[in-house]
């Protein structure tokens, strides 16, 4: 294979200096305009007015917030599969399924040629922060091994289909990333996962593989398949050319002592990236931990609302201009694939304004708050890890779910089902790391601090100890196992969470 990486430092140098010259108000400005213009003749650009949005405060206030159900309803649905300059302008060829909720319930969200040539670019800038960072970098003297769902798509129609997001990724690529791309389409299109990890596992130790990307979860459980095929612990011994493992769609807090562990000896670098079925929002420039630079120039524009506004009539929308650090914001996204003002249902944070730069902080839907606690994510992410590490263990996965009082005498609380590695021989394990996470809930959060008060208003927190495999096996029986399947963190549904409960209470391996 040509090493083409020479062509991509080249080109990275022009990107970065281009990157480095915007001005992220008036970049995200002119982004929105432009869209707004794009779609004024569409039914929904009639419907607000689009020839006469002049400003960012014009179209906050001709277009409300929405969410995908009211999308589906008022403008997909009747004419499903077919959306022609139905929300934006021509043929609508792809949608990536999206599960969204933690009962899994299916989207369909629009992929039109202008959101693949925004993604693609979003890849670029990846690659773009990699070589700069990393001058002696030949990663296009290798393959780029793509750890995702099936890429098989379905065909709905004579002009459209439906997939996984990385489906439609694959099925869109230009030349020169073919060339460069693994798993080859024979090895992609295998449904069953435990199958292709066992596929895939023995081909790949036959490439020079030089970036890997995938979900955390199944990294690590594809890194098991390696280690059982190679006899060996570390990645520098299966993928010794390896330079970046780029990592998204979760929390990386629980995962990250693990991953440094297996990349021990290893030149490769960690890379985080924020790819949501709808727009490919950020990607890490800098250091783990560092924030996400926010893709500014990429056909997208952002709104972000603060989290305990998103449901008021008339909530506060902030956008590039004015943002505050330090804030819980839920993101709102306007796109070229005719998504507008379109709550994304995840919640991010700002550790810098001048050069945007977030951290995910979890999902809008997937906080605790059964007794008015109001935990986030991050802040469960970050006390199991708190835990976890002063232990000096580490944790596979979890779910947090609420205990409800069972009589009127009774107060409530949250149950933790933790997979463990090692998996604890002794109850005072488990009771250390109860005691830590509540510790860390409590300093990180005044609501949950007042309702654990003198054993006013919560239990201490309760863990379930989940025997090695638990959370695959669930997966599976669920029909979730592989690809861009993530594990919810937070379960709200209850039946869900009694399933999980019961599950591990009686999963064996």
């Known amino acids: 294979m040509v090493d083409a990486t020479p062509l ?12 480095c010259s915007l001005q992220p ?79 899994g319930t299916t989207k369909y969200i629009p992929i039109s040629r202008e959101m693949i040539a925004s993604n693609r670019k979003a890849g670029l800038d990846l690659l773009t922060f990699h070589v700069i960072n990393r001058p002696s970098s030949r990663i296009f003297a290798g393959r780029s091994f793509v750890l995702g769902g099936s890429t098989d798509l379905v065909q709905q129609s004579a002009r459209v289909w439906s997939g996984d997001l990385s489906g439609i990724a694959v099925k869109t690529l230009p030349l020169w990333a073919k060339l460069r791309y693994f ?28 970036m890997l990307s995938g979900v955390p979860t199944w990294i690590l459980l594809f890194f098991s398949k390696l280690q059982e095929l190679t006899h060996s612990r570390r990645v520098v011994d299966f993928y010794p050319h390896l330079e970046m493992l780029v990592h998204g769609g979760v929390n990386f807090a629980p995962y990250v002592q693990q991953f440094r562990s297996l990349l021990e000896g290893s030149h490769a670098e960690l890379r985080e ?45 902030h956008w590039i201009a004015d943002i505050e650090t330090g804030v819980n914001y839920a993101i709102v996204l306007t796109t070229c694939a005719g998504l507008w003002s379109y709550v994304l249902g995840d919640t991010v944070r700002f550790i810098d304004r001048d050069t945007p730069r977030l951290l995910i902080t979890g999902r809008t839907s997937y906080y605790l708050s059964a007794f008015g606690e109001h935990v986030i ?7 199991t890890s708190f835990a976890a590490s002063s232990l000096g ?27 463990f590695s090692p998996w604890p021989s002794n109850g005072g394990t488990i009771e250390e790391f109860s005691k830590l996470v509540d510790q860390r809930l409590r300093q990180r959060n005044e609501d949950y601090d007042a309702h654990r008060a003198d054993g006013f208003g919560l239990n201490p927190p309760r863990i379930l100890a989940a025997r090695p495999g638990t959370f695959v096996a669930w997966m599976k029986a669920r029909g979730k ?29």
């Open 393 to 419: 263990i580490d944790v596979v996965d979890y779910s947090v779910g609420a205990l409800f009082p069972q009589s009127t005498n009774e107060l409530g609380g949250h149950l933790f089902v933790v997979e």
């Open 183 to 210: 798993p080859p389409q024979r090895l992609a299109l295998i449904k069953n996962w435990e199958e292709k990890i066992e596929v895939l596992a023995r081909e790949s130790l036959r490439r020079r593989i030089t």
């Open 273 to 317: 990236v924020y790819p949501a079925s709808e727009g490919f929002v950020a990607v890490a420039d800098r250091g783990y931990q560092e924030g996400l630079r926010v893709s500014l120039d990429h056909q997208l524009f952002y709104e972000f609302v603060p989290l305990e506004e998103l449901d008021r009539p008339s909530p506060t929308r």
């Open 8 to 19: 991509l430092k080249t080109f990275a140098k022009y990107r970065y200096r281009r990157l």
């Open 377 to 383: 994510a991050e802040e469960l992410e970050d006390a």
């Open 481 to 509: 196992l592989g690809g861009q399947n993530k594990v919810p963190r937070i379960l709200t549904d209850q039946d869900t969470f009694k399933d999980l409960q019961h599950f591990a209470a009686h999963f064996r391996g």
């Open 25 to 103: 108000a008036e970049v995200q400005r002119q982004q929105l305009l432009k869209l707004v213009r794009s779609a004024q003749h569409t039914c929904f650009g009639k419907d607000h007015d689009f020839s006469r949005i002049k400003s960012v405060r014009d179209y906050q206030s001709r277009v409300p917030l929405r969410r995908y159900e009211e999308f589906w309803q008022q403008y997909w649905q009747p004419t499903f599969p077919t959306l022609q300059d139905l929300t934006w302008p021509g043929h609508i060829p792809f949608f990536a399924l999206s599960s969204g909720t933690s009962a």
